[in-house]
């Protein structure tokens, strides 16, 4: 695989790859009436917007902003059905074919056959090898300070240029990352594109720490990162190397809860908390799902509830719960039903 992209970018211009990002810019979407409005004349509508691009008139469209206050307050930005198409084939035809894979083995947001359960496991392997290694080590948890909003475009832009060597595709870059408010600091949480340009971004820590550094045992999921080190003074220098690198190469610095402790504590990471011997779930989705119990027990009693809803929701924190030691915790939660779930 060439290490730059050069000279792909009318290639992928075509009908064919539209269509297929409409395919899967549509799913859990085909209802919704911008998508239908779309499709009415769905031939018409990809030629005009591979037209845009091909002639440089294509820019985004306006942001529709909604406020997510769970579990904590964040803006979302959702942008008209049309530019999710577009990010779906900048995405899939230059990114994951030529970025993502530079990134190292235990980078796992975003990435396909990794994941977050995949995750889990991959750290709770490392602890295991530390724990026989070392007897008592200690874990290094760190999160950024409101990641996404704190992502300097033109810092990001440099880092894609690393990889991007097709002038048509940089300035298309561009185009992209110009916010509706044209703001050089963040990106906007709920596009397709974010997530994978904040990974992109992240990569340059995850390169410096295991080539530069030569730190064996590191795994990070998005903004989320965890070193496993020999000891206390260790994990202190490392705390030190890794603000000293965000602040001068990435502009970012790290969240007030991130901190070093002894592996005997275990580790919150991924939604689990993760021991040498056992995995369980946090205390957070333990204290939500009664929370939810208690809602639907009393929805129920007033026989308003919606047994379909609930089942989905139900079932969906029993699939998270599967991937940790939680059978005493499901059937004690399951016990607390007042109805039957299937």
């Known amino acids: 695989m060439p290490k730059t992209i050069k000279n792909v970018f009318f290639d992928k211009l075509s009908y064919i790859y539209f269509l297929d990002a409409h395919k899967r810019a549509k799913k859990a979407k085909a209802n919704k009436k911008e998508v239908l409005l779309f499709e009415l004349d769905l031939e018409s509508n990809i030629i005009n917007l591979m037209c845009e691009i091909k002639q440089g008139k294509y820019k985004l469209g306006k942001y529709r902003e909604f406020i997510v206050k769970y579990p904590k ?164 220098l490392m705390y030190n190397i890794i603000i000293k690198f965000l602040d001068e190469k990435l502009n970012l610095t790290l969240n007030k809860k991130s901190n070093y402790f002894p592996n005997k504590l275990g580790v919150d990471f991924c939604g689990y908390k993760i021991y040498e011997t056992h995995i369980l779930v946090r205390k957070r989705c333990k204290k939500d799902i009664k929370r939810k119990i208690n809602k639907w027990n009393k929805l129920f009693n007033s026989k308003k509830l919606d047994f379909k809803k609930v089942q989905l929701s139900f079932n969906s924190w029993k699939a998270h719960c599967s991937h940790a030691n939680s059978y005493n915790l499901v059937k004690k939660m399951t016990s607390n039903l007042n109805f039957e779930i299937k």
């Open 73 to 236: 307050e964040r803006i979302i930005k959702s942008l008209p059905y049309k530019d999710r198409i577009v990010h779906q084939w900048y995405i899939e035809e230059f990114i994951k074919p030529y970025i993502i894979p530079r990134f190292i083995i235990d980078s796992y947001a975003c990435i396909e056959n990794r994941g977050n359960h995949k995750a889990v496991l991959k750290l709770q392997k490392y602890m295991r090898i530390m724990k026989r290694k070392y007897g008592n080590y200690y874990i290094l948890k760190c999160d950024i300070k409101k990641f996404f909003y704190s992502i300097d475009n033109n810092l990001l832009l440099k880092i894609l240029e690393k990889y991007i060597k097709d002038s048509y595709l940089l300035n298309f870059t561009k185009t992209l990352l110009v916010s509706d408010n044209d703001s050089s600091i963040g990106i906007p949480i709920g596009n397709y594109t974010s997530q994978f340009f904040a990974n992109i971004y992240l990569n340059e820590l995850d390169h410096y720490l295991k080539e530069k550094i030569k730190v064996k045992y590191y795994i990070r999921y998005m903004d989320d990162f965890v070193l496993l080190l020999k000891d206390k003074k260790e994990s202190l």
